[in-house]
C-alpha cells in the first residue's frame, strides 16, 4: 500500500493529510490558532496535488484511485473536522456535539455527491467546495484577535450553519482557474502566518 505514496501527486496528498492530522491534534487540546494555520497548508497541498496529478503521465488506474480516495479523506479532514472541532469547543453545552456531528455528515454528503457527478461539462461542480470553510474559520479567529472581539460561541455557529447548507445547495459553481489557485495558497500562507503571530503574540 505504502508503494502507492511513491506517486508524486499521492505524497502531496498525504502530506495534506499529515498536516491535517497534526491541526486535528493541536486543535483538540486547545491550539485553535495553531491548528487552524497547520489546516491551511493541507488546503494548500490539496490545492497543488491536483496539478501534479494532471501533469504526471502514465499514472496507473489503481494510483489514481487511490489518490482520488486520499484526496476525499483530506477534503474531509479540513472541510469538515477540523473547523467542527474548533467551532464546537466554543459552544458551551450539549449543543456542541450536535453540531460537530451536523459538520460532519454535511462534509461527508457534499464529498460523497461530487465523487459520484463531479464536474460537469462545462467545469461546474454542485455546492459549495468545502475548502472554503478553513479559511472562513481563519478569517473568523484573524479578526476577533486583531480588529474586535467577538463571542465566538454565538458567532461561528451563526456563520457555519448557513455557510455548511451552501455545501449541499443546488447551485452551480465554477472549478478555480490557475489564477484564483495562486491567489488561494498566497491567502492561506498570509492567514497562517496570521494566525501563527496571534498565536504567538496571545502566550
Known amino acids: 500500500m505504502i508503494a502507492y505514496l511513491s506517486d508524486r ?10 498536516c491535517s ?6 486543535a ?14 493541507a488546503i ?3 490545492d497543488v496535488d491536483g496539478e501534479i496529478a494532471r501533469r504526471t503521465r502514465n499514472r496507473t ?26 467551532i464546537a469547543s466554543f459552544i458551551e453545552s450539549p449543543a456542541s456535539a450536535v453540531f460537530t456531528a451536523f459538520l460532519t455528515l454535511i462534509g461527508a454528503l457534499r464529498l460523497a455527491y461530487f465523487d459520484y457527478f463531479g464536474l460537469d461539462d462545462r467545469g461546474y461542480s454542485t455546492g459549495l467546495p468545502l475548502s472554503y470553510a478553513l479559511p472562513v474559520l481563519a478569517g473568523i479567529l484573524l ?3 486583531t480588529i474586535a472581539p467577538f ?20 447551485f452551480k459553481i465554477k472549478a478555480s482557474g490557475t ?3 495562486v491567489l488561494t495558497i498566497g491567502a492561506a500562507i498570509a492567514a497562517s502566518v496570521g494566525l501563527l503571530m496571534t498565536s504567538r503574540a496571545g502566550q
Do not use: C, Q, R
Request: a negative charge; aromatic letters at 6%.
Open 143 to 145: 479578526v476577533d484577535h
Open 44 to 46: 494548500i497541498a490539496d
Open 21 to 26: 492530522g497534526a491541526a486535528t491534534g493541536l
Open 61 to 86: 488506474l489503481a494510483t489514481k484511485a487511490i489518490g482520488k480516495a486520499l484526496d476525499a479523506f483530506s477534503d474531509l479532514m479540513f472541510g469538515s473536522v477540523i473547523p467542527a472541532i474548533v
Open 9 to 18: 501527486a499521492n505524497a502531496v496528498t498525504a502530506l495534506g493529510l499529515l
Open 151 to 170: 463571542e465566538l460561541g454565538v458567532v461561528l455557529p451563526a456563520v457555519f450553519v448557513p455557510l455548511s447548507l451552501l455545501h449541499i445547495a443546488p
Open 28 to 41: 483538540v487540546k486547545g491550539h485553535y490558532e495553531a491548528g487552524v494555520a497547520l489546516g491551511l497548508w
Open 179 to 181: 489564477l484564483m489557485h
